[in-house]
């Protein structure tokens, strides 16, 4: 039973990293060995058990005689680090549409979803925004960019800040919170059903229930991985959110009961997306061509 082969970068400096790397592994091949596992990331058998028994601990992984295997948790999120690596191209088709909603002059909250993370780039040419934001690589990536960005602001929410989710959380964020009247928040969640939006932490949930609160309109980005499931702690029900953004892998029978919530549903093909954005990429690279040869 051999473990999937992870880039050298992945093999772990830290713990933390390696438990992620461990995880990254599970999600590809669902059931591996602890001997695989430690010939993957050069450590010891012993060292490897001592990774899975914290994982098992924190409800991530389910060891049993021979293997391990992930277990499906609804208490406990992943990385930020690893989540940045799952459902690329329905986060990317999906951020793209988000961020087309969002007009000049318009005040915006970013949670610190891995998903909403990936609007960033399509908001740099959107003029005179004022972006409020938890998740420490939206504010590095938008205040590296303000000055490129016309007249454009970037406010950080302060609170307790989280190395796992590389983002400010607490009583600090959500006072801070709480303080704001934006136009729209945007967010994500780890599971989303017919009655209503889920995550595993209470700190998180905190978060982006203030959030909810302090807009005038809430849009929730989630890929088709995230419906149909619950977790412990539940953030809202339907009746505070305006839309949903998801792909076209989500279950059509649960979008047409979140429809009939009166909730916005908009679904996006990531494959096509993905491939308009290499289309758009290659006629780039040929104006550029045609210009050097003119």
């Known amino acids: 039973m051999e473990a999937t082969a992870v880039p050298s970068k992945a093999i772990s400096t830290s713990r933390q990293e390696r438990l992620d790397a461990i995880i990254e592994v599970l999600l590809a091949d669902d059931t ?37 295997s992930v ?9 930020a680090a690893l989540r940045r ?24 909250l970013l949670d ?27 504010l590095t990536r938008l205040g590296r960019a303000a000055t490129g960005v016309g007249g454009s602001t970037v406010t950080g929410l302060g609170g ?22 934006v136009d729209v928040a945007f967010l994500s969640t780890t ?6 939006l889920y995550h595993q932490e209470e700190s998180i949930v905190a978060v982006k229930s203030a959030m909810i609160r302090s807009a005038r309109r ?24 305006d839309e949903l953004i998801t792909d076209a892998g989500a279950p059509v029978d649960l979008l047409d009961t ?9 679904t996006v093909d990531a494959e096509r997306d993905e491939n308009a954005t290499a289309c758009s990429e290659r006629e780039h690279g040929a104006e550029e061509h045609d210009e050097e040869n003119t």
């Not at 690596?85 to 915006?108: D, N």
């Not at 983002?167 to 801070?176: C, E, I, W, Y």
């Not at 809430?218 to 809202?236: E, F, N, P, Q």
Request: net charge neutral.
């Open 218 to 241: 809430s849009v929730l980005l989630a890929d088709s991985t995230k419906l149909g499931a619950t977790s412990l702690h539940r953030i809202c029900d339907w009746d505070v959110v």
């Open 32 to 68: 591996t060995s602890a001997q695989a596992l430690a010939e993957t990331f050069g450590v010891s058998l012993m060292t490897v058990h001592r990774d899975l028994d914290e994982l098992q601990r924190r409800g991530i992984v389910r060891k049993f005689r021979g293997g391990v």
């Open 160 to 181: 307790t800040y989280n190395v796992s989710h590389e983002s400010f959380l607490g009583v600090g964020a959500v006072s801070a919170i709480r303080a704001l009247r």
């Open 85 to 108: 690596r799952l459902a690329v191209p329905e986060k990317s088709a999906i951020a793209a549409a988000a961020a087309r909603t969002v007009t000049p002059g318009s005040s915006i």
């Open 112 to 138: 610190d979803s891995t998903t909403v993370a990936t609007m960033v780039d399509h908001l740099l040419d959107v003029e005179d925004l004022h972006v409020v934001t938890n998740y420490l690589p939206t």
């Open 258 to 266: 979140i429809r009939a919530r009166g909730v916005q549903v908009t």
């Open 191 to 196: 599971t989303v059903d017919t009655e209503g």
């Open 71 to 79: 277990a499906r948790t609804s208490t406990y999120e992943i990385s």
